[in-house]
């Protein structure tokens, strides 16, 4: 990419039997991406390939090339990794089958990249709840995601809105295998590419939306989905090596207490008694990832998806 080339990025869309991928495919088509050289990707990471009779028929009259990727079978690693081989542009963008991009989503992310010369730029998702959702998760607003800093630095970031400088000096990992059936691959990935010195910034004009159905409307479905994500950030913890494992466990078991203390403090509220709650959660399952628990198996599994 040089001053008189414009940046061409692929827009990479993992899917797996979701019948949203036509409004996702419907918002991308929307994009006000003038200036930018776009292809988009769909990897199917079903057993047989489902999605490409609709991406056929999309095809016709789609403003950009499409390209269908058939990578079998139920491991969402596999997918995002055939992505990762596809892509030929100089950014890769990842967006989930369930959702839909703002009109500006793609040129917010670029400029950030192009502002701030950063590896990776992450987007927010804006979680849309139902009619039938219950008070205290819309009030709480549990399933938008943010980046976290950590001392004014983002450290590991999520698949569900992000994009990815494909010349980047660092070698770009893979995504792991072992937890693409489990979740928590995109975490790991991102994990990684920040130890190998790779920088991640925010672009809070970047966003997208996710609808929320009724199925992960529940506090059962947060305590799973904090759980797992405390144990894949523990593991990474192990893995990244900055403190023994006797010493981590410690500082875990402590902020669960503290949460669990915090739970009865709060009983009152019905947000902030859950807030805490999945707080509590996440630290149990990052005892579990520093003890080497083994992870739950839930992509392609209709009650986790």
Known sequence: MTASTPPSVDIAICTFRRPHLRETLASVA????????????????????????????????????????????????????????????????????????????????????????????????????????????????????????????????????????????????????????????????????????????FAPEAWVVEPVPSHRATLGWLLNRRFRAGQTHGACLMRAGRTGPLQAAGLASAKVVHCLLMVGVTALSPVRWRRNLLRATLHVGVLGGILGVRQQVQYGHAQYR
């Open 30 to 201: 929307a994009l006000d991406a003038d200036g930018i050289d776009v292809q988009v990707i769909i990897s199917d990471n079903d057993v047989e390939p489902s999605a490409e009779a609709l991406v056929e028929e999309i095809r016709v009259g789609f403003p950009f090339p499409l390209r269908y990727v058939h990578s079998p079978a139920q491991n969402i690693s596999i997918a995002r990794n055939a992505c990762l081989d596809a892509a030929t542009g100089d950014f890769l963008a990842f967006v989930d089958d369930d959702e839909t991009v703002s009109p500006a989503w793609l040129k917010a992310l670029v400029e950030r990249a192009e502002a701030t010369g950063a590896d990776v730029v992450l987007g927010p998702v804006r979680a849309l709840y139902g009619a039938d959702s219950p008070g205290w998760l819309a009030t709480g607003d549990f399933h938008s995601v943010e980046p976290v800093f950590v001392r004014d630095e983002i450290e590991t970031g999520y698949t569900c809105n992000a994009l990815i400088r494909r010349s980047a000096p660092i070698a770009l990992p893979r995504f792991d295998l072992a937890l693409g059936k489990s979740g928590g691959e995109d975490t790991d990935f991102f994990y990684r590419l920040h130890a190998r010195g790779g920088r991640i910034a």
